[in-house]
């Protein structure tokens, strides 16, 4: 996997590689002599554009551009950005020149400015006097010559200088504008060919051979060209004639119809409408078929365009690929999963011998190419070891421990689970000792050969790993977990002692893995490397090795492969170190994932097969690294390029750090987007490590984002650094920002300082203050004898007051008492003259005549002057008055036009007497009193939500 989705730190590009070997490629053919080559896909998830990619220009600094069905896609190895012309129209062409990239489509053509940063602005070349008129027509070329660039429509070819456009007068409608050798050449339309001459079209005498098909490419080749035609084939043109050039697929690229075509080192390259691509040598053999069966995404083939390496990038009607030739890992993947996992490997008299969890296979080398698998019969299950000793080829399986001859097996123990085998000098005598499954095996050497000797006693438990320290002790890597520390007798042949160690031996945390670096025996720990002291029976730490090592101290894997030389594994990432003396050089650093490599988890293995050449074990299939190809990689030590740094609020609102020149910023300015690259393929791509000083303490882990983002940061100096590894193994210097968050003003020093002043000038008012407080006291001691005096008078005065208050209280409860005893009395009076009244009115009715009318008269109007008596009134008004003091003064002033009889009632509405107890003060019904209350309303012009009788109470 070569690229991580840049915003999700996600894998959406799916990268397959295939290898292909045995091809008939010329011997000096430097670009495939290794007959292999890795494929990398770009599907449209990754690019986020549409499926079909028209055409394809690098810029020689790390960008591709690729004219897409979405727009204009720009690839670095900070990831991809999508680019749309305003009318959101397709893009056919695509051309870096002069740091512009010209695109055409339909109805338009023009330039854009692609800066560092990622932004585009796009410039339309159509001219807007209308001097050129684009109906209809579609930019499907555009060419670059002498310093010129060449749009070209099936209708028109336009000219730009860099000033202006021009047309090119044609004879007619046109095919694919092509170049090829400084020349160039266009066929007309089932027509012949012509070439532009000083902007003017010379016909090519005998061109007319192609009016029944389309020229699709031309390539130069021996002084002439090689024409490549959609049906026809190919031709040679040479000396201004045409001839058919044979190659050995003549047929087949006819079928296949033939779109495209350049030249790749000594090769031809042809691509294809039906067939995907075509490899063709200079004597016209087929070198090279690459399709969807294996390898490309589509065989539609729409452009090609090859890298300064020879390396191509292929676009299709289905996404885009990338081909590395002479990678300098080949891979070998399992994909029918017939091998299994693969544990191990060794190389025997030029075969390779690869051992999986189904059994051993057999591979014959050639040319340094493993392949024929073979399966060696009797080697069914779990391969852990193959080790070459004294030439015997040694293997553990499940079954037992075998030497390996050719293709047979021969067991040399029964012991279950031989995970591996050392040869060790025990009392100056050399033997073999092997964990296994169960216990510890010893083989003792029998003329030419090695046999099994015995088991060590006193021992049983599974060891991965198995290591013997200067004193003879054993130290045994448990296979789930745990490190033993096992003393056999002299004659090893028993177990004085076994213990699995722990706190007291410096284990501090789980381990199980023990190996021998540098002649000395080191466990990994999550504090870096540990050394075991034979002497005092411990573990410490490795100082010395782990400043060396870095980040590889922290390795949880350590590979011896050859001479004084180590691979270091941990997380995602290996190192190879030539370790002598413990002095550490590092020479390779590596990404696995980069190379296209899977280790297998847990169970990391990496062989030396050769000098140069390493082999890596992998969940599926294997892969071989050429040191020597890997050297021959392009990459410097230059560091990562910073493209922009913006420092933004959280609105969004930011400042450019690069464009402003001012690294400097407010405290709300307090998030940061940094975007960087590398100028190395991005089909290849790069991994980067970042942090921020003032922050992070250590580098972040390895990624493909090209982008790193920190927010809501504290005021403070920031350092921005990041650094780069490629696929060729060296880790870049750094590149780093400087910018500074400012503190609030509130905590600037100008503020600081005004605090300061401020504090001292509140301390010294204190201290003033204080002292007039000392000289003050007496004052105030005086002062509060006075208040309390003042304070004595004014409670005496309060006393007073309550008292007087409570007496006119008294007072006024007094008078409402005797005012209501009178209104009861005056009511029940009242009442019961009413009802004499009524009783004399029913026995003058009874009576008739019979009741002298003179007596009647006299009765009744004895009656009603006892109920409205105005004596009765004017004491009730003097007790009403006394109570509610001049209640009946501002009625009158309020509502002037009041009659008594109205002023009587508001009296007694004060006293919240209802209609049914005023009718017979009044001496009328409860009709007449709701009937005067009406009247009242209307002269005191009270809204229809105001109550009369609250608003007397409260008058």
């Not at 694919?176 to 027509?191: H, K, M, S, T, Y």
């Amino acid at each position: 996997m070569l690229h991580e989705y840049p915003d999700l730190r996600k894998f959406f590009l799916l990268v397959f590689t295939f290898s292909v070997y045995g091809l008939p490629f010329i011997s000096n053919l430097s670009l495939h002599a290794e007959n292999y080559y890795r494929i990398h896909h770009f599907s449209k998830e990754y690019y986020r554009g549409g499926q079909q990619n028209w055409d394809i220009s690098l810029d020689g600094k790390g960008r591709v551009f690729i004219a897409n069905n979405a727009g204009l896609i720009v690839m670095s190895n900070s990831g991809t950005q999508l680019h749309q012309l305003p009318q959101h129209t397709l893009i056919r062409s695509v051309l870096y020149y002069d740091n512009k990239v010209f695109t055409g489509s339909f109805e338009e053509f023009g330039y854009w400015d692609v800066h560092s940063g990622g932004d585009a602005i796009y410039h339309s070349l159509v001219p807007a006097d209308s001097s050129i008129i684009m109906q209809n027509d579609e930019i499907w070329k555009i060419v670059c010559h002498h310093g010129n660039i060449y749009f070209q429509s099936f209708g028109k070819i336009i000219c730009y200088d860099g000033q202006k456009t021009k047309l090119i007068e044609l004879p007619g409608p046109v095919l694919f504008l092509l170049e090829a050798d400084e020349r160039l050449f266009v066929q007309e339309i089932n027509g012949k060919l012509y070439e532009i001459q000083d902007d003017s079209m010379v016909s090519i005498p005998g061109s007319d051979i192609f009016s029944d098909t389309e020229v699709k490419s031309i390539t130069p080749f021996n002084g002439g060209f090689i024409i490549g035609t959609s049906s026809k084939g190919l031709f040679h043109f040479r000396d201004k004639s045409f001839t058919q050039w044979p190659t050995d697929i003549d047929d087949e690229l006819k079928s296949s119809k033939i779109n495209h075509g350049i030249k790749l080192g000594d090769q031809f390259v042809f691509g294809t409408l039906l067939k995907g691509l075509y490899f063709i040598d200079v004597q016209g053999k087929l070198t090279l078929h690459i399709h969807s069966g294996n390898g490309l995404q589509n065989n539609t083939i729409l452009a090609l365009e090859a890298d300064h390496e020879q390396n191509l990038w292929v676009g299709m009607d289905k996404g885009f690929d990338f081909i590395w030739f002479n990678a300098p890992v080949h891979l070998h993947p399992d994909q029918e999963r017939q091998l299994g996992t693969i544990y191990t490997a060794a190389v025997k008299d030029n075969y390779l011998y690869v051992g999986t969890n189904q059994g051993i296979y057999r591979y014959t080398f050639t040319d340094g190419v493993p392949e024929n698998p073979l399966f060696i019969n009797g080697s069914e299950g779990q391969v852990w070891f193959l080790k070459e000793i004294d030439g015997t080829l040694f293997a553990g399986l499940n079954s037992g421990t075998y030497t390996i001859t050719g293709n047979s097996l021969l067991q040399v123990s029964d012991v279950s689970g031989g995970y591996n085998l050392s040869k060790v000098v025990v009392n100056d005598e050399e033997l073999l000792i092997q964990s296994t499954y169960s216990s510890i095996v010893t083989f003792k050497a029998d003329q030419a050969s090695w046999i099994k000797s015995h088991t060590l006693e006193g021992f049983m438990a599974p060891a991965r790993f198995i290591e013997l320290d200067f004193l003879g002790n054993l130290l045994l890597g448990h296979s789930i977990s745990g490190i033993y520390l096992v003393q056999p007798d002299a004659g090893f042949k028993e177990a004085n002692r076994s213990k699995k160690m722990g706190i007291q031996e410096g284990l501090t945390f789980p381990a199980n893995k023990i190996f021998r670096v540098d002649n000395r025996l080191l466990v990994a720990s999550n504090e870096g490397l540990l050394q075991w002291d034979a002497l005092n029976t411990r573990f410490l730490s490795y100082l010395e090795l782990n400043e060396q090592l870095e980040g590889f101290a922290y390795s949880h894997n350590v590979l011896a492969v050859g001479q004084d030389k180590y691979w270091f594994i941990r997380d995602n990432e290996i190192g190879l170190y030539e370790i002598r003396f413990g002095k550490a050089k590092l020479i390779y650093h590596l990404i696995p994932q980069l190379l296209g490599i899977n280790l297998v988890e847990n169970y990391e293995n990496i062989i030396q097969i050769s000098d140069s050449v390493y082999f890596f074990c992998q969940e599926t299939g294997f892969g071989l690294l050429n040191l020597n190809k890997l050297h021959r990689l392009s990459g410097s030590n230059q560091p990562p390029a910073i493209k922009s740094a913006r420092i933004m609020k959280t609105d969004g609102s930011f400042r450019d750090v690069l464009a402003a020149g001012n690294t400097s910023v407010s405290n709300s300015f307090n998030n940061i987007d940094v975007e960087f690259t590398t100028n190395e393929n991005p089909g290849i791509g790069s991994y980067y490590q970042y942090k921020l000083e003032g922050i992070d303490k250590e580098w972040s882990g390895w990624t493909t984002n090209g982008r790193a983002s920190y927010n809501r940061l504290p005021p403070g100096n920031y350092t921005f650094k990041v650094r780069s590894l490629m696929a060729k193994g060296i880790l870049t210097e750094e590149a780093s920002l400087n910018f500074k968050i400012l503190k609030p003003w509130y905590l600037s020093a100008y503020a600081l300082a005004t605090d300061a002043f401020l504090l001292i000038l509140l301390i010294l008012l204190i201290r003033s203050s204080y002292k007039r407080r000392r000289w003050s006291i007496q004052e105030k001691q005086l002062r509060e004898e006075n208040e309390k005096m003042k304070l004595l008078n004014e409670q005496a005065k309060a006393e007073i007051v309550q008292l007087t208050n409570e007496k006119l209280q008294s007072e006024i409860d007094s008078k409402n008492v005797e005012l209501a005893k009178n209104t009861m009395a005056i009511m029940r009076k009242n009442e019961l003259l009413i009802e004499l009244k009524s009783e004399l009115e029913k026995q003058k009715e009874e009576l008739g005549y019979r009741l002298p009318g003179r007596y009647y008269e006299n009765l009744n109007r004895i009656l009603d002057h006892g109920i409205s008596s105005d004596h009765e009134w004017e004491m009730f008004e003097h007790l009403f008055d006394q109570a509610h003091q001049n209640f009946f003064k501002r009625l009158k002033v309020d509502y002037p036009d009041l009659t008594p009889s109205e002023l009587r009632l508001c009296a007694y509405l004060k006293l919240n007497l209802s209609s049914k107890e005023i009718a017979p003060l009044l001496n009328i019904t409860i009709r007449g009193v709701e009937e005067k209350r009406y009247r009242l309303r209307k002269k005191m012009n009270l809204s229809s939500e105001q109550g009369l009788t609250d608003f007397i109470m409260s008058f």
